[in-house]
């Protein structure tokens, strides 16, 4: 059964076939970072138009290199949301031409539920139910997996999301973008316990996150600290920043598994790409003897893998769209 994957919700133009859901025969990902470094961050507008260039060619290019023909494709599916909507349009566009062209049935895509199953891809015998954390450019949830369609969502961002809040503080210590792999370096030559950066847990119990708090600290340390006319180090504000971060994410993550009685944590999206995060969770999931899952590098960004593989799980479900399928920009998982 062979999957055709489709995303665009961001700065990535991408193409996926999968066999049997979980076998990923290519994944051809366009990505835009260079067109958008010179501005710091995604430009919407810019970002649609290089989707439309792209598309095609990346389309074409994941066909070939699965040596598969579009005839031989059973399923196409793709990112209707969240994401940029003029991005997401033209991904979704293209998918609903060829299924409706080709006579192949289509599957809309909830991005999220796309970052959890790259996990399925590289981890042949994982199913749900596990916990799942879910850390992206746009996104902290703390995710219920009941199965393979079944999220509920336990925990969520109430301002900034955690690979946002590193973009933003990658800025302001003038180290470029994307800021989360740049801090992640960095602070491999720092020290962590330079600065006592606030964690900010919200209420007793509650497994949301704030992370707009910590991007003020970083900028009023780096303020008072010019003012003072002190050097400092940004190797040690990008350790003490991501220890600070990823120490709330780790004991939230534990905590929640833990009261949920749940064996399994799996991560995902950009940010699951992190060394320090995946050390400390690692160390804390073997103290509680929980099994931790996260894919490799690649399928932790964007990619139309996952994608392919999230819609392979609802069609199997009997989940199918019609060609009324829109895009979303606030799509609910
Ligand atoms: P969303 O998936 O929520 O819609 P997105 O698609 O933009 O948002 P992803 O592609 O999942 O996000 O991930 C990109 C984010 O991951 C960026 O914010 C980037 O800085 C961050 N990131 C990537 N690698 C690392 C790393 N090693 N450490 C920390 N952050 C990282
Ligand atoms: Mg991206
Ligand atoms: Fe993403």
């Known amino acids: ?105 289509l599957v809309g895509v909830h991005h999220i539920q796309g970052h959890i199953s790259a996990n399925y891809l590289e981890h042949k015998d994982l199913k749900p139910p596990f916990l ?64 006592e950066f606030k964690r900010v847990y919200l209420e007793k119990d509650s497994l949301d996150f704030s992370f707009s708090g910590i991007k003020t600290g970083v900028l009023n340390y780096l303020n008072t600290q010019k003012l003072k006319g002190e050097l400092v180090s940004v190797e040690d504000i990008a350790a003490s920043f991501q220890l600070a971060v990823m120490e709330v994410i780790v004991n939230k993550t534990i905590m929640a598994a833990v009261n949920l009685k749940k064996d399994r944590i799996v991560m995902a999206g950009g940010v699951a790409a992190n060394s320090l995060l995946r050390g400390m969770l690692k160390e804390a999931c073997d103290k509680k003897g929980l099994g931790l899952y996260h894919p490799s590098p690649i399928l932790c960004t964007d990619n139309a893998a996952m994608i392919a593989c999230a819609a392979y799980y609802k ?16 799509l609910a998982l």
């Open 132 to 195: 799942a954390l879910v850390v992206s450019g746009g996104h902290t949830n703390i995710v219920d997996v009941e199965g393979y369609n079944q999220y509920r969502v336990l925990g969520r961002t109430r301002d900034d999301a955690a690979g946002e809040a590193f973009d933003k503080v990658a800025r302001v210590l003038g180290l470029g973008y994307p800021g989360g792999p740049l801090i992640d370096e960095a602070a491999k030559k720092g020290n962590p316990h330079a600065v």
């Open 315 to 330: 069609y199997q479900a009997g989940i199918e769209d019609d060609f009324y399928l829109d895009a979303y920009p606030n």
């Open 1 to 105: 059964f062979i999957t055709l994957g489709i995303e665009s919700s961001c700065d990535e133009t991408s193409a996926s076939v999968v066999a049997e859901g979980r076998n990923a025969l290519s994944n051809v990902i366009a990505s835009q970072i260079k067109v958008h470094q010179v501005f710091g961050g995604v430009v919407p507008e810019i970002a649609s138009r290089h989707h439309l260039d792209n598309i095609n060619t990346v389309i074409d290019s994941a066909l070939k290199e699965a040596d598969v023909t579009l005839d031989e494709v059973d399923l196409i599916g793709v990112t209707h949301g969240p994401g940029l909507v003029g991005a997401l349009l033209i991904g979704l566009a293209t998918a609903k031409a060829m299924a409706y062209a080709r006579k192949k049935p």
